[in-house]
């Protein structure tokens, strides 16, 4: 199976910030990478899809890159409300393994 | 609007059995591949299982393979997952979720199993 490796498994950052989650799969898994955040008590909420694509609602400061084997997703200028847990998704091939999360605080 | 309602959660002893429900609404069930993600407590998202819009090519993970089987009635716009010889692991919050070509764009709020004698 394709492992995801997502770091870091925690990030401290202040309103204003720029911040960056990286996702790493062991294999190619050409743009089949996805972004969700998640809150304590609420349902997960895509945010990016295809590595790149912002889903519709989702503010213009959440972006995502990469292709192949290596992902980011970067928030520029944090806002309160940004502060939760983040997970990559591959789902080249099943399983559609999620990486670790990152809990931004 | 879509929605998204998980039921059939509960307390459950080991090495029984629990079927949970996604009841869905506001779009059209039956062109949708749909999926079961599960958290257990203090850990992270897990993806359970896949399955087609038309109920074939399901797929699961290889913590649930053999136990679970996941399945859906289009003309009741309702997903299921049947769960058999659950394990204390098996203990967690799980979330059905709607695939729109390949990511999850429409999430319940869960349904909560634990499994515990």
């Known amino acids: 199976d394709i492992q995801m490796t997502q770091s870091p498994s925690s990030l401290s950052a202040s309103v204003g910030d720029r911040v960056t989650i990286t996702c790493r799969a062991s294999q190619v898994i050409s743009d089949f990478l996805n972004w969700y955040q998640h809150k304590p008590g609420k349902a997960p909420k895509l945010l990016i899809y295809g590595a790149t694509s912002l889903q519709s609602g989702v503010p213009s400061r959440f972006s995502g890159r990469g292709s192949g084997t290596d992902f980011t997703l970067t928030i520029s200028n944090v806002q309160p409300e940004d502060f939760a847990t983040y997970y990559c998704q591959k789902t080249f091939t099943t399983p559609y393994t999620f990486g670790q999360g990152t809990k931004l605080e | 609007e879509v929605q998204l309602l998980e039921s059939g959660g509960g307390l459950v002893q080991p090495g029984k059995s629990l079927r949970l429900s996604c009841a869905t609404s506001?779009?059209?069930?039956?062109?949708?591949?749909m999926a079961w993600v599960r958290q257990a407590p203090g850990r992270g998202l897990e993806w359970v299982s896949s399955i087609g819009n038309s109920g074939s090519t399901p797929f699961y993970a290889n913590s649930v393979k053999g136990r679970f089987t996941i399945s859906r009635d289009n003309s009741k716009n309702t997903l299921y997952l049947q769960m058999s010889s659950l394990r204390a692991e098996d203990t967690a919050l799980y979330y059905c979720a709607k695939d729109t070509s390949s990511w999850y764009d429409y999430w319940g709020q869960g349904t909560q199993v634990t499994v515990a004698s």
């Open positions: 506001g779009f059209t069930f039956s062109h949708y591949a």
